[in-house]
């Protein structure tokens, strides 16, 4: 585990997944028609994929095709074949009418590893699931025509609602249900493990 990390924290969902404190937040900033807007940048998620190094620059290594640059730390030599950990972050906006506006960032090496096994290891403590019981906020039909479709309302850790279509068998199991378990992805923040992005990745039950 990058040992920087502190200790665990769950923390908030923003709009349709959600999302709560951020390293970069503007409170009051006027959008268009002079409408109030709240800013938040998240960590949004990570991946792992295989580079060459190429040239190496003092302590520094650039990483093949894309010429991105990181620290030499593991000693590479040009033609090494490296696992690259990479991340994306996520601006969120939230207008006074409740509308959310998110913009993902592109990706960002973070940092590189010998094999695949401990990339994985690492990004293991960057993505975690856990199970939650949250608030059932109500379940209803949409029609239009002789169609129909399912959804269920749900009101994440932050207080925020999640909107998800479901089946006619869910819909009959939990429509008069009070609470329900649901399975939440965190994303944490590799330089401040504290904050994370809370995901909404399905039904516990």
């Known amino acids: 585990m990058i040992g920087i990390f502190s200790a665990l924290a769950l923390l ?4 349709l997944i959600g999302a709560c404190s951020d390293k970069k937040n503007t409170s009051g900033a006027t959008g268009s028609g002079g409408a109030t807007t709240e800013s938040s940048v998240v960590p949004w998620d990570y991946k792992i994929e295989q580079a060459k190094v190429g040239d190496l620059i003092g302590g520094d290594m650039t990483l093949l095709p894309n010429n991105d640059m990181l620290p030499n730390d593991g000693n590479f030599a040009t033609g090494d074949q490296v696992w690259v950990l990479s991340f994306m972050t996520a601006e ?3 207008g006074d009418d409740g509308k959310n506006d998110v913009k993902l960032s592109g990706w960002t090496p ?3 590893f010998k094999t695949e096994s401990a990339a994985k290891t690492d990004m ?6 856990i199970q939650t019981e949250v608030d059932l906020i109500g379940v209803y039909k949409t029609q239009y025509g002789d169609k129909h479709r399912d959804f269920a309302v749900v009101s994440m850790p932050s207080g925020h609602k999640v909107k ?4 006619d068998e869910r819909y ?3 429509k008069d249900k009070k609470r329900v378990k649901i399975v939440l992805e965190e994303v944490h923040d590799f330089s401040n493990y504290d904050l994370a992005m809370s995901k909404f990745r399905g039904w516990a039950e």
């Open 12 to 15: 908030l969902v923003f709009g």
């Open 92 to 94: 969120m906006k939230t």
């Open 110 to 112: 973070l940092k590189t």
């Open 124 to 129: 293991s403590q960057l993505k975690t699931e």
């Open 164 to 167: 998800q279509p479901i089946s």
């Open 172 to 174: 009959t199991a939990i």
